[in-house]
Every structure is written in structure tokens, then in C-alpha cells.
């Protein structure tokens, strides 16, 4: 055993709500040796993060709480401890000297009001009982560590002064500062850009190498633990219901839900009509008992791609068509107000002169990483931001000249479906009213009666029950309410919709839905889509065309496959390189790189 | 930063322009001739165009406007000819000549606010340096009471929420916004500096300065301080009892509170370092804006107590229609609440670094 670090054996976290209990975690049990990588994955709600947090004892209590099993580090020294039967303040000498943790939100896991280097020394400082200088100096190296530019004016900025790739290196730093035997990830490149993630796995690997720690990492992304993963333990509902080694997990995995889950990404190399989903591979009868339909992934996606000429005579007659919307040099410029009286003395070029057509039935991606100004660009085709120069001609009239009462007709042909599907739904309306309100202020239908009719039948078109009407948004959960989301942009029978990162704040296996779903109502409904993203995976998976932005400026153009196979600069190269596709020689390569060997 | 206060100082000019100028106006449109009210009941028409000259009532209201201006502003041109109204007195001015020809000099000077009406031969600038200080002590006093223990009592009721430590802070809280100030002056005074005065000491009524019985001049009281004090901090305390508390409770929710912990510092350095101090911010609003209204006077507690602050001044001075004296003190308060807010606007920056 003297290479074992953490020991899990049956932990129970359960959190107690109203009168019930629900077991986040039931029972589960793993081991974390020296210098190995497990996976922990799982959908929201799947108790992964809620057993790391357990390990550092970080459940809010109440409403949650430890109820049985036992946690065992093994210290440096060869002693070992039940971290569960320890006190408060014992449990505070493990916490970031031996047990470090990152956590998922960089942008608000830094205290904005202290400097990012004096966040880190503090922690020097408690465990090593350094000198103020002595601290800085250490914070200094390991920033140098951490490969943040210019460490000594790092130290001394705030969190809000500096970007979230950023952020979550001096996170790192923080949790690397006392040398802890193991680090715990939460997720901790799930908001960030693809390639930012990518340096971060790689500063990770590299940190495990060096200092021979052992990692969890959790993710709900497979393609993320292919990358740096030795073992993998997937969690559903509280449950542990695979775990293994990474290779033999992705070559053949026995559990249903491991099989959903490792089917449901969007694949690279070829078009499936619809995204196999987890509930493909497994039924849940009314015990709660997961039932295996039985089926390997190889087998269920055999039939379901769509063959390369088919592709090829859609477009061919998609692309004859006049097109519906014609960008012509637009720009959206955000002015900067400064100087002695609030004039404005810079512009931030969010869409700076962007030039492209959307033809009828078209899904047209939109990519790029964080600030390159697609969102601007989505949000400008609508209105929702004035247009700084430039014509948006949509069926021959141009967006930007509209009247108020021309916008509002303008607007019933096209919707928005936003990011974030906890904000952008009033938590006081109900989803029928929500859903409801458009098609009153756009007067479709003669009554509220008839119009409650089609709210229902459009929620049975979302999957959702049409009994849910008079429920507010916090009782849906992520997946439902961007399924919420989309009722409401159809309630006025658009003709075109954005779909504003519409997929990005959900779970693979939610997100292979939700695309499902919006590619089913696309035909059904003849709907055109401006697809935004900043997943390529995602956007090459769902558009006929692909539009790569950079700084305001459109980087490359054309048909998505022969960007994604050949792309033309190395922007859109690099984009390219950074996804995590949770191919086989991935996995090869990491575990050849630590001495593995595979067959 | 200094960009900041320089632009921060303009727009306080031009706010202090515009209190002075809708006052001035205002005040000069009121029913009552103050000339008349002074001369009383000994009405005489050569008596009442002296004093009409005298103070300048006889000239049109735009010319008395700009002279009023031409007072107040450190830099101000006056006449060398003793029959102008605008003649340079050094008895009226306290100023420093930086230009002079032989009719007329341009000076700069302490802000002129003109003399009492009533209380003849008293300029404004000596009412106000007379009385605010005491006031100034009294809300200083007051709204440390009520930081203090406000943010004691808020921290506790929001790491012990739902507790009886918590309910009860919170009825007391609510208590004490509930009740008027004048009701709990009077309660206090009579409890305290009445009924119990024995065991504490205190008086119902007094000032910070008291004339000695024995003749021996003037002698500060701290002891008169204490009820009215108290009196003044309850709402405020009851305030910010619960912004502290609501704040913190969204402060403890945050991410980096949970970093803070899995850093492994203590219950006590998570909760003053990491979580006050972002909780703060809602606390100095209310604070600042509450401070600068005492500021002016708290005139129920300070005529209750008779304690003889800038408030009791006030409404002695409206109610005799001491135009100078109520323009003067509305033209101080107006500069107090500049310097207050600017003070807590470089207070923000300082607290939350997002700001600046």
C-alpha cells in the first residue's frame, strides 16, 4: 500500500432539503495512488463534485452531510488518517498543504478585493510559516511555474484585471504553493476556451510529472480525461457505476451509461442524422433501476451516418437559393468614455467589418474563442446592439433602417436562444407565460386559450410535460430549461433563430439532446440557424457552413468539413488542435508518455 | 486618481452652484419682508430704507443675486468706494488682495455668508462654527455606535442565521427603524437621565460645553453625550444590522469564500479577511449618505436634549426668517454632503478594487 494516497470506502454524502433526503453520493469507493490521474465523470448532478468536496470536507452544512464511509490519506510521513474523524481544526492542516483543490469558475474563485499574489502567499505563509519577502519570492517562482507572463506584475494585480485562463493558472499556483500530494480539479477547464484548456491539461501533466501527485479530475467531458487520465471512474446518480483503466474504458466499456456517454459527442470525422443519446444504450424502469438495452456503440451508430453524397446534393440545392440575410460590412464598435467629461476617446472594435451571406434552410456556424465578437455579432443581427456602420439586408430590407414598427414584425421571423438557461428566464413567471408573452405581444392566435393550447403542444414538441406549465424555472433543470428556451423562440413561428452558445452551459449527454432536438425542428418547421460557439466539435457537427472569428475580423469562411479537414490559417489550425476528441491514440500517447505501455 | 478628483471636484462646484442658486431664489420669492421684521414693531420709513440699503433689498433681484455670489466666492471683486454695497470692509472680509486698481481690487478670500438678522452683528460663518462642531460630535459619536455594533451584531446574526441570536437581532433591528427618533429621546431622557439618573449619572438635558456653576468659564461634558448619541445611532445600527447581514449571507455563497477555506485558514480569517470586507460595500453607502444627514442637524434629538447643534440653529433661524442664516447653513450642509460623497467615493476604490 505505500503508494497509495486516497482512499475512498463506501462514502455517503447526503443533503437534506425540505424534509427529504437525497444521497449525492452513495457508497462510493476508489483509490488515488501516487503520480496517477483519475477521471471522475459524470452528468451535473451525478455526485462527482460533491465527493471531491467531500474529501476536503467543503459540503456546505447544512442542508448537507457526511454520513457514513471513511476518506483514509496516507501522509507523507506513513501515517494515515481518517479525514472524516478528524476535528475542524485538525482538517484545516490537510486542507491546502496535503489536499489542494481548483475549482470550476475561475472568474469567482478569486477574492476580487485582494491581489492575486497576496491570495497566494496567505497560503504560504499559514502552512510553511514563511516571512512575508520569503513568501513573495516562492509566489514569484511559481508563477513563473505556472508559465503566467510577466509574474512580478501578476503578483501584484487583481483578479478582475487579468483573463480567465489566467486566473485559473494563479488558482493553480495557489493549489501547487505547499507541494500537496494530491490535487483535486473540479472541473477546472470547463469555462474556458479550448485552447486555453489545452495549456492548462498540458501545465497540469506537467506539475503531476514533477512533483509526483496524485490527481482527481472531474469533468463531465470524456474527451478532456483522454487526454491526461489513468483511471476513470464514471458516477451516475450518486453511484459509481464503472471504473477502470482509461484504456480499457474507452475500448470497451461494459456499463450503458459509460457506452451513451462516450457515443453522445459530436463526432469529427462523419454526420449522424440524429446524436445517439444515453437513453439510447439504457431505460430507467419505475424502481429507479438502470435496464441495459443491450447494444454497443459500434453496433448503434453503424446506420446512422449520413453518406458524403447525400450532404453534397442537400447543399446543392440549398446554396441555389437567394440567400435570406446578407451581412455587408458591418461593424459594431463599443465606444470607450473617458476624458474630463465622459467623451468618447477609443472604440472597442467588437465586429469590425465582416462581410457573409445565410441562405434559406442553411444552419451557418459561428466560432471563435471568447471576445472575438460572435456573440456581438448574433446579438447585432437583431438589434439588440445598434450597428455601427454596415447593412444587414434580411428579405431585401435592411435590419439597421428598421423602424420600430418594422423591427417588431422583423422580430417574430427571427429569434434568439441565449446562453445561459438559468438567466434569461424570469424566475418569477411561469414557463407558460413565458413561453405565452411573445405570441401575446406579437398578437398570434385570436385568444389566451388558444394560445395555452399551443404552448402545450409546443412544450410535448420539447419533450417536456404539458402539465408543467405552471411551474417556475427553478424546478427545471439545465437541460430542460434550454428546452424551455427554444419553446419560446418557436411560440412566434420564426422562420430564423440564433442560437447565442446555446449548448455550451450543459453536459455532453444533455447537449446531444438539445442538438437533436433543434436539428428535428429545423426540419419540421423549415427553420434557418446562426449556430454560435465557441466548440468546434459542436459547430462543425451542426453547420452546412462555418464562419471562424478572430478579434472582430472573419478569419476563414466556407463549408465546414473542408475547413475542419483543411483549414486554411493557422488560427483556425490551432483552434483545431486544442479540441479534446478523446481519440484512442490520445490516450496511447499520455500513457506511453508515463511508461505504460498498451497494446 | 487625480484625473478622479479633479473631475469629482468640477461637478461639486457646479452642484454647489445650482443649491446656491435655486435657494437664493426660492428664499427671495417667500411672502415676508425681512427689512420689517427686524425693525419689529418700531416701524419707521427712514429706518426701513436704511436698512433696505443696508442690505441691499433695494436693488433688483438679479443684482442682489450676483452680489450674494460675488460674497461667496473666494475670488471676488469689490469697490474701494465705501457707499457701494460691494465696498471691500476689511471688517467684513478675510481676504488677501491679489490685483488692485484704484477704484476697485480683485481679492481672495474665506467665503463671506453675510450676518445674522436677527442676532445683529453675528456673521453666519461664527453661527455655524458656534454650533456645528457640537453636531459634529454628536453624529461622529453616533454613527460609530452604530458601525460598530451594527456590523458586530450583523456578522453574528449572518454565521448564525436562523438561530435565536439571529431572530432576536433581527426584531430588535426592526425595532429600533420602527420607532421615531423623538419618541426615543424622550424615552431615553426620561429613563435614563430621569428615573435612573441616580445610578447613571446623566442629565435629562445639556450641551457638550457647559458654563461651570461656580463661574469658572466654559468646560467640556462628555457625559451629556452619551443619551443623545445613543438616541441618534439607534436607526442607523438597526440599518445597517441588517444590510450587513443580508450581504454577508452573499458573500458566504461566494466561490472564492469556498477557496478561501480549502486554503485552510481558519474560521476567523475566512469570515473578517476574505468575507467582511467584500460585504462592506452596501454598509458604506447607507453610512456615508446617513452621516452626512446628521451632519446637518438632528433636530428632534438635539432640541430634546438641548444639546446646541446646527439642526436646533436652523429651525430657530426659519422660524425668525433669518434668510443669511438659513442659506448659509444650507449652503454648508450641500458642501458637507459634496465632501462626504467624495470621501466614500475614494473609500469604494479603496474597499473594492473593481471600482476605480
Known sequence: ?599 | MIAFCIKKITYSILVLWGVLTLVFFLFNVLPGDPARMMLDQREDSEQLEALKQKYGFDKPISSQYFLYLNDLSPLSFHSKNKDVFHYLESGKYNYTTIFETQKSAMVVKFPYLRESFVKRGKTVSSIISDTFPNTFVLAFASICIALFIGIFLGVISAVYKDSLLDRLALFLSVLGMSVPSFFSAILFAWFFGFLLSDITGLSMTGSLYEVDDYGRGEFVNLKNLILPAITLGIRPLSVIVQLTRNSLLEVLKADYMRTAIAKGLSKFVVLFKHGLRNALNPVVTAVSGWFASMLAGAVFVEYIFAWNGIGKEIVDALNNLDLPVVMGAVLFIATIFVVVNIVVDIFYGILDPRIT
Not at chain 1, 29 to 45: A, D, P, Q, R, Y
Not at chain 1, 167 to 179: G, L
Not at chain 1, 181 to 206: F, G, R, Y
Not at chain 1, 362 to 386: A, D, F, M, N, P
Open chain 1, 1 to 599: 500500500m505505500g503508494n497509495t494516497l486516497l482512499e475512498f470506502k463506501n462514502l455517503v454524502t447526503e443533503f437534506h432539503t425540505e424534509g427529504t433526503t437525497v444521497k449525492a453520493v452513495n457508497g462510493v469507493s476508489f483509490t488515488l495512488n501516487k503520480g496517477e490521474t483519475i477521471g471522475i465523470v459524470g452528468e451535473s448532478g451525478s455526485g462527482k463534485s460533491v465527493t471531491s468536496l467531500s474529501a476536503m470536507r467543503l459540503i456546505p452544512s447544512p442542508p448537507g452531510k457526511i454520513s457514513g464511509g471513511e476518506i483514509i490519506f496516507h501522509q507523507k510521513d506513513g501515517n494515515s488518517t481518517d479525514l472524516l474523524k478528524i476535528s475542524e481544526e485538525e482538517m484545516r492542516k490537510f486542507r491546502g498543504n496535503d489536499i489542494a483543490m481548483i475549482f470550476q469558475e475561475p472568474m469567482t474563485s478569486l477574492n476580487p478585493v485582494f491581489t492575486c499574489g497576496d491570495q497566494v502567499m496567505e497560503a504560504i505563509m499559514l502552512h510553511q510559516k514563511l516571512d512575508k519577502k520569503a513568501a513573495k519570492a516562492l509566489t514569484i517562482k511559481l508563477f513563473e511555474e505556472v508559465q503566467l507572463p510577466t509574474p512580478e506584475r501578476i503578483f501584484s494585480t487583481y483578479p478582475h484585471q487579468i483573463s480567465g485562463g489566467q486566473k485559473q493558472r494563479v488558482m493553480i499556483a495557489m493549489a501547487m504553493s505547499c507541494q500537496p500530494s494530491v490535487l483535486i480539479a473540479d472541473e477546472p477547464t470547463t469555462a474556458l476556451d479550448v485552447t486555453v484548456q489545452k495549456t492548462i491539461l498540458h501545465l497540469m501533466q506537467n506539475l503531476q510529472k514533477e512533483h509526483d501527485m496524485g490527481i482527481m479530475f472531474i469533468t463531465h467531458d470524456l474527451g478532456v480525461i483522454a487526454e491526461l487520465a489513468d483511471k476513470v471512474v464514471v458516477m451516475y446518480k450518486g453511484n459509481i457505476v464503472e471504473q477502470g483503466n482509461v484504456w480499457d474504458i474507452f475500448t470497451n466499456p461494459q456499463h450503458p451509461y459509460t457506452k451513451g456517454l462516450l457515443a453522445c459527442r459530436p463526432p469529427l470525422d462523419k454526420r449522424y442524422t440524429s446524436l445517439p443519446t444515453v437513453s439510447d444504450f439504457m431505460k430507467i424502469d419505475e424502481n429507479g433501476e438502470i435496464i441495459d438495452n443491450g447494444i454497443s456503440v459500434a453496433e448503434f451508430t453503424k446506420d446512422l451516418a449520413i453518406p458524403e453524397s447525400e450532404r453534397a446534393a442537400r447543399q446543392k440545392t440549398l446554396f441555389a437559393k437567394e440567400p435570406i440575410l446578407q451581412i455587408k460590412n458591418l461593424k459594431t464598435y463599443f465606444p470607450i468614455k473617458n476624458g474630463f467629461f465622459g467623451g468618447i476617446t477609443d472604440h472597442v472594435k467588437a465586429v469590425d467589418n465582416i462581410t457573409f451571406d445565410v441562405y434559406p434552410g442553411e444552419t451557418l456556424g459561428l466560432v471563435g474563442e471568447s471576445g472575438c465578437g460572435k456573440t456581438t455579432c448574433g446579438r447585432t443581427i437583431i438589434r439588440l446592439e445598434e450597428p455601427t456602420e454596415g447593412q444587414m439586408i434580411y428579405k431585401g430590407q435592411d435590419i439597421a433602417k428598421m423602424n420600430a414598427d418594422e423591427l417588431r414584425v422583423f422580430r417574430k421571423d427571427v429569434q434568439i436562444i441565449f446562453q445561459d438557461p438559468y438567466s434569461s428566464l424570469n424566475p418569477r413567471m411561469t414557463i407558460g407565460n413565458a413561453i405565452m408573452e411573445p405570441m401575446q405581444v406579437h398578437g398570434i392566435l385570436e385568444n389566451d386559450e388558444q394560445r395555452k393550447k399551443r404552448v402545450e403542444e409546443l412544450l410535448t414538441r420539447v419533450s417536456l410535460d404539458p402539465a408543467h406549465f405552471y411551474r417556475y424555472p427553478h424546478e427545471f433543470s439545465g437541460g430542460q430549461r434550454q428546452r424551455i428556451g427554444i419553446a419560446r423562440a418557436l411560440a412566434v413561428n420564426p422562420k430564423f433563430i440564433i442560437c447565442d452558445e446555446s449548448v455550451s452551459a450543459l453536459d455532453v449527454s444533455v447537449q446531444a439532446q438539445v442538438l437533436n432536438l433543434l436539428n428535428e425542428l429545423k426540419e419540421e418547421f423549415g427553420l434557418t440557424y446562426i449556430f454560435i460557439s465557441h466548440d468546434l466539435s459542436v459547430v462543425k457537427y451542426m453547420s452546412d457552413r462555418m464562419v471562424v472569428m478572430q478579434a472582430g475580423k472573419i478569419e476563414e469562411m466556407g463549408d465546414a468539413d473542408q475547413i475542419y479537414n483543411k483549414p486554411g490559417t493557422p488560427y483556425t489550425q490551432k483552434l483545431i488542435d486544442a479540441i479534446p476528441e478523446g481519440k484512442l491514440e490520445d490516450i496511447k500517447n499520455h500513457l506511453e508518455s508515463k511508461g505504460v505501455k498498451v497494446k
